[in-house]
Nanobody, 121 residues
Framework: QVQLVESGGGLVQPGGSLRLSCAAAGSISRIRGMGWYRQAPGTQRELVAVITSGGSTNYTDSVKGRFTISRDNAKNTMYLQMDNLKPEDTAVYYC???????????????WGQGAQVTVSS
């Protein structure tokens, strides 16, 4: 059984910074792609950033230059460094990972529990 545990959310003023963490735990053979998504009330969940197992990254346009996605494969952990935060970044942030368990034949998607990020004066 695999779970993704998120941490690092909170309340921050505009222009401030937060770092989210997503740690995968349980029976894990390999993690392929990982990514961060966010959802504000009344909206659909949107992709924020993705990172491949080799470290290649992509970002949605609204966060380019402000957010940085990274991962530590030895720790099965992914991070999202968020700088120069804006009120429109307020949302619940979810991490996702493509995980293969020991003896498994395929990768399955697993999701974190969500972390609230609130940017407000």
């Amino acid at each position: 059984q695999v779970q993704l545990v998120e941490s690092g959310g909170g309340l921050v003023q505009p222009g401030g910074s937060l770092r989210l963490s997503c740690a995968a735990a349980g029976s894990i053979s390999r993690i392929r792609g990982m990514g961060w998504y966010r959802q504000a009330p009344g909206t659909q969940r949107e992709l924020v950033a993705v990172i491949t197992s080799g470290g290649s990254t992509n970002y949605t346009d609204s966060v380019k230059g402000r957010f940085t996605i990274s991962r530590d494969n030895a720790k099965n952990t992914m991070y999202l460094q968020m700088d120069n935060l804006k009120p429109e970044d307020t949302a619940v942030y979810y991490c996702k990972a493509e995980v293969r368990i020991p003896g498994g034949l395929r990768f399955n998607d697993y999701w974190g529990q969500g972390a609230q990020v609130t940017v407000s004066s």
